[in-house]
């Protein structure tokens, strides 16, 4: 009984997987990281981008886009996924997620700029790129981190934060004074570094909802565990 109980508690704690705080520290490792390759790194690759000769033509242009988001974002997304997933089969999916992410993200670029906008874009067409651009974009980045990380399906759940969260930054551009003047583009001395700290600000609080969830339903999983019964003997 003890044997089979030990191996019970055993693959509970694999299913965790790392502790609490090793999870919670790479994580925020995570987006420190990425921080400091925005700021560091990101501008030296953007600058050897730019000097490409393709670049000067209008295919070159657009190629130029997806290697600037997949360079600035998704890129390095994808190789921290590589590296902390679970399995190696969730490594693979939530690398393929993000990139998925970032190619969605920069074809609905293109075909606004080609078939929509044209050389005067309206103020629908302008919010409809944008809500289209912060609800898939944050759902998807929070998508990739729970196909390499999260257990069972419940912490879906959690995934509807991301919309609601990229609406709530949205109106505040729009609506908030004090939020465009500090965060965003009103004021040319704030560092663009903050902004890209608004811009994943939702997929990152999705994220950690979506831990929480996992948490909660593993814990009440494993305590309702039933008493393994032995397996009856034959008679004598």
């Known amino acids: 009984m003890s044997v089979v109980s030990a191996r019970l508690g055993a693959s509970s704690a694999n299913r965790r997987g790392q502790t609490t705080l090793v999870s919670a520290t790479v994580a925020i490792g995570v987006i420190v990281g990425w921080l400091a390759y925005y700021h560091w790194v990101y501008p030296h690759l953007l600058r050897r981008i730019i000097h490409v000769e393709s670049i000067h033509t209008m295919t070159g242009f657009y190629l130029y886009g997806l290697v600037d988001v997949m360079v600035r974002y998704f890129a390095p997304y994808a190789v921290v996924l590589l590296l902390w997933g679970r399995t190696r089969p969730r490594r693979i999916g939530a690398a393929l997620c993000a990139l998925a992410t970032g190619t969605y993200m920069w074809g609905l670029w293109v075909i606004f700029d080609k078939w929509i906008w044209g050389h005067n874009a309206t103020a629908a067409q302008t919010t409809a790129y944008e809500w289209a651009n912060l609800l898939v974009v944050s759902a998807g980045i929070a998508v990739a981190w729970g196909i390499a990380r999260r257990w069972g399906r419940i912490w879906m759940f959690g995934l ?12 505040l551009a729009i609506h908030s004074s004090w939020w465009r003047t500090h965060l965003l583009f009103d004021n040319q001395s704030s560092h663009d570094l903050t902004r890209q700290i608004v811009f994943i600000g939702p997929a990152a609080i999705t994220a950690m909802i979506c831990w929480l969830i996992d948490v909660v339903s593993t814990r009440r999983t494993s305590q309702r565990l039933p008493e393994p019964v032995p397996a009856p003997t034959a008679a004598r």
């Open 160 to 171: 509807l934060a991301a919309p609601l969260l990229a609406a709530s930054t949205y109106e």
